[in-house]
């Protein structure tokens, strides 16, 4: 079982060890869906552009609907067992970041995930081991055919980010039902928590290939962890809803990453229902 921890958690052996797993995966090991073309990270990136644009788009899409949770849940649980393959470790782990940027809960810092882009570069991010002049980190899909091969970030410069605080995520963690309308859980937390803290960050996680920056695993898996919090807190209420009669949103239906004709990312398949406990799928959270 693996057990996710808040980042500042990780000592210095296990902050090294996620970022290798992680240059692993970007640098050693082959993709499913391209092989020699690209690298199994890059699928990851390919997946999530797919759920949101592009030739190879397919339905339904995960964003803006019930799918949100359950759908992120697989895609982050198949990054982890991913990179624990490419390093041979069963041990590693997805830390999670709580967007508070202060003191020891700052990810961004050379030792960890690098910071802020330089303005002069284009945003290009210059320090830590995902720096694109470390030569191990090199962008290779875009929203458009091509772009930037450097990680890039814009740290607060979208008028309409913000980094979620204490206060906010109590409130989004208040809302029931999970689905549907304004007011639920997935509508708030998606809207207020998940979307202004990708426009915050800027760069690439402005984009549907956000999965190019490695923070969208630590913003996504501590969104997950905040699913988990949500049925705790309101253990009478539907962990997931439509629960039946709606194909392909529903409780029984499969979770989809492809679309018809192209290749699949793994060979597994997943219900929504399959989802809701994590335990059930080999993690779980501190």
Do not use: C
């Amino acid at each position: 079982m693996n057990i996710r921890r808040h980042h500042r958690e990780l000592n210095t052996l296990e902050k090294t060890a996620f970022i290798q797993a992680v240059l692993a995966l970007k640098n050693d090991v082959d993709s499913v869906l391209h092989p020699g073309a690209q690298k199994r990270y890059d699928d990851f990136v390919e997946i999530h552009k797919n759920a949101m644009t592009g030739a190879a788009m397919f339905a339904p899409m995960p964003h803006g609907n019930s799918l949100f949770y359950p759908w992120h849940r697989i895609l982050l649980r198949q990054f982890e067992l991913a990179l624990q393959v490419a390093v041979n470790d069963s041990s590693i782990a997805l830390p999670y970041w709580d967007w508070d940027y202060s003191g020891t809960n700052n990810p961004f810092t050379s030792d960890f995930l690098g910071g802020d882009g330089d303005r002069s570069q284009g945003g290009r991010v210059t320090n830590g081991p995902f720096a694109f002049d470390t030569g191990r980190f090199s962008i290779r899909i875009w929203d458009e055919d091509n772009g930037d091969a450097g990680l890039r970030r814009e740290f607060g410069e979208d008028a309409t980010s913000w980094l979620p605080t204490a206060s906010d995520i109590s409130a989004g963690l208040a809302k029931t039902p999970y689905w549907p309308g304004p007011s639920s859980f997935e509508r708030v937390s998606e809207g207020v928590l998940h979307n202004p803290v990708h426009r915050w960050i800027s760069g690439n996680m402005a984009d549907a290939t956000s999965p190019n920056d490695p923070v969208f695993f630590l913003h996504h898996a501590f969104l997950d962890r905040l699913w988990e919090q949500w049925k705790q807190q309101h253990p009478t209420t539907a962990p997931y809803m439509p629960t039946n009669g709606v194909p392909g949103r529903d409780l029984d239906s499969t979770l989809v990453f492809n679309a018809p004709g192209e290749p699949s990312p793994w060979a597994q398949s997943w219900t929504v229902r399959q989802t809701l406990d994590t335990s059930d799928l080999g993690y779980t959270y501190e």
